[in-house]
């Protein structure tokens, strides 16, 4: 948990390619009813694209639940437009976009319903790229629920479909999926296999650079969390070439990509107490980060720069800072304030102290109590899948032993049938004999007949 990357949200939105436009909150509402003009009086490609615009305009605002209604309804004439027209391709991006705004919303449910359907289609249609990462959303939301078991299922799923059709992209988008969702369960050795793998196979094709950097980026964090700092100063050079290819690629610079490298970097000095090489890779994240997430893991860092050069007033600053940004759970805010407590002690001010260590010692209690909670919420949904499974085991023994008896009360049947068929032939030849034999008798009694003359 410690070591677990801050990236997960960010990047699993990042890997579709189906982007948002940017658009003015003031005139947003005058593009909207624009776009609805165009479409009422334009036919063909012109009014899906129009379609296409006006969801895109809609799915920046799906977090007022009225907007989304609206979205749906668009999303709705846009697939029935699609479909009148044939234009599967169209119809693809509905979908893509309808999982898009689902997840974006936190109803997984909604993804775990519709996204097969969605992927028989994309199967069907061969539209394999908007396959794969339709198939990543649906890993995501179960990932997100906490059921790894279907997340693992369907990973697994995926690589194999890959596999048959030899496609090396899908087949390393697969195994991204299988190490997202060992890196939520903590199980780093499995995750960094899979990366490794994944990073392997994304060198041989071209099109998911993307991908291949953000691999790198949740690679350097599992060997981060089994402290084989080693190994990510290994990974620096290629990652730095995968990071080039991208931007050769996407033709612009790719400052996330480098932001995510230089965290790595600026975490693995860190922890190694190298604090001024920490200190060369904050300077240069600085003017690169965009979320609150990213601002706590340089508050954090800043602090911890500080209090190694003794300068504690500034370092207390920057964890203070880093409280405010950092993510809303207990075990975040106890790393925070277990570097603000050494500080204070640092500082002298003990009774500060000990007040942060009674509260980091409470959160922990109630994390325990939280941990301990968890688990038997998963021995549960463990005991009612395997009673599940025990019960259809069952019903399907009760099933042949049904069918087994069905079979030998045929047989009987069909044998008792056949026996009185021989019996009744039998007898009937029998009659036949005797009333044979009952003529030929009749004929003998007969006196013969003679002539007079």
């Given amino acids: 948990m410690k ?97 898009i705004s689902h997840i974006n919303r936190n109803e997984y449910e909604q ?23 339709i198939h990543m959303q649906l890993i995501t939301a179960y990932n997100l629920k906490g059921d790894y078991t279907h997340a693992a299922e369907e990973a697994q799923l995926m690589f194999d479909r890959a596999k048959e059709r030899k496609d090396k992209a899908g087949m ?18 499995e995750e960094e296999d899979c990366f490794r793998e994944c990073i392997r196979l994304l060198w041989e094709v071209s099109g998911y650079d993307n991908i291949l950097t953000q691999a790198y980026a949740f690679l350097c964090s599992s060997l981060r969390a089994q402290a084989q700092y080693d190994e990510i100063l290994k990974l620096v050079p290629e990652y730095r070439k995968a990071i080039a290819r991208f931007e050769k690629a996407a033709g612009r610079e790719q400052p996330e990509a480098w ?60 964890i203070d800072s880093a409280a405010v940004e950092v993510p809303e759970s207990d075990f975040d805010l106890n790393a925070t304030r277990k570097i603000k407590m050494e500080i204070l002690a640092r500082m002298g001010r003990i009774d500060d102290a000990f007040q942060l260590f009674d509260e980091i010692i409470a ?28 019960e259809k085991e069952r019903n399907f023994h009760y099933f042949l032993f049904a ?12 044998g008792v049938f056949y026996y009185n068929r021989v019996i009744a032939i039998k007898n009937r030849k029998l009659y036949e004999r005797i009333k044979e034999q009952d003529r030929l008798a009749d004929e003998l009694a007969e006196p013969p007949i003679r002539s007079f003359r």
């Fill in 363 to 390: 959160t922990n209690d109630s994390l325990k109590n939280v941990e301990v909670n968890a688990r038997f919420d998963e021995l549960r949904t463990r005991y009612e899948v395997e009673k599940h499974i025990a």
């Fill in 259 to 318: 932001g995510n490298l230089y965290v790595a970097l600026m975490n693995t000095y860190i922890d190694t107490k190298d604090y001024d090489k920490a200190g060369e890779y904050l300077a240069k994240l600085d003017g690169i980060v965009n979320n609150n997430i990213s601002k706590y893991e340089l508050a954090r860092a800043r602090a911890l720069i500080f209090q190694s050069r003794g300068n504690y007033s500034k370092a207390l600053a920057a």
């Fill in 172 to 189: 390393a988008t697969a195994l991204y999926a299988t190490a997202i969702t060992y890196n939520v369960q903590d199980r780093w050795k």
């Fill in 403 to 414: 069918l087994g008896i069905c079979l030998v009360l045929t047989l009987l049947l069909a």
């Fill in 111 to 133: 993804i775990i319903q519709k996204a097969p359907a969605y992927l028989d289609f994309y199967i069907k249609h061969e539209q394999w790229r908007l396959y794969y990462q």
């Fill in 3 to 99: 070591y677990k990357t801050y990236l997960v949200t960010v990047l699993w939105g990042a890997l579709l390619s189906l982007t948002l436009p940017g658009a003015a909150q003031n005139n947003l509402q005058h593009q909207k009813d624009s776009l609805r003009q165009v479409i009422e009086h334009s036919e063909g490609i012109d009014k899906l694209r129009s379609y296409n615009r006006l969801y895109y305009l809609y799915m920046s605002e799906i977090a007022d639940d009225r907007k989304m209604d609206t979205l749906l309804t668009v999303f709705d004439q846009a697939e029935a437009e699609a479909i009148r027209q044939g234009n599967t391709k169209m119809q693809g991006m509905v979908y893509g976009n309808l999982i």
